[in-house]
């Protein structure tokens, strides 16, 4: 088994910053994401990192804003966002995996556990 905890999250202006958390325990996973979602769409990749290889992989919409860190023994996966914009607005899902995700890194439907999501809310 594995269990997720996010943290954070919130509202905040365009332009703004927020941080969000993710705790991992319990079974080995070795690919550890984030990913968001808005009603009547899909749930997309937003950054993601495969730690066996120190590959960390983010979506072309949060680069240069969106920053990952991984702490605490590996265990803790935080996501800084910064220069928020009101599309940033979603629901956002921690998840982590033992094997890569088939399609990539950023292909949510190939992560097997997920956190129970935390609200972002990006006012314009």
């Known amino acids: 088994q594995v269990q997720l905890v996010e943290s954070g999250g919130g509202s905040a202006q365009a332009g703004g910053s927020l941080n969000l958390s993710c705790a991992r325990s319990g079974a080995r996973t070795d690919y550890f994401g984030w990913f968001r979602e808005v009603p009547g769409k899909e749930r997309e990749g937003v950054a993601a990192?495969?730690?066996?290889?120190?590959?960390?992989v983010y979506a072309d919409s949060v680069k240069g804003r969106f920053t990952l860190s991984l702490e605490n023994d590996k265990k803790i996966l935080s996501l800084q966002m910064t220069s928020l914009k009101p599309e940033d607005t979603a629901t956002y899902y921690c998840?982590?995996?033992?094997?890569?995700?088939?399609?990539?890194?950023?292909?949510?439907?190939?992560?097997?556990?997920w956190g129970q999501g935390t609200q972002v809310t990006v006012s314009s």
């Open positions: 998840a982590a995996t033992r094997y890569y995700p088939y399609g990539g890194l950023l292909k949510a439907n190939a992560w097997s556990h």
């Open positions: 990192i495969d730690i066996i290889d120190d590959n960390w």
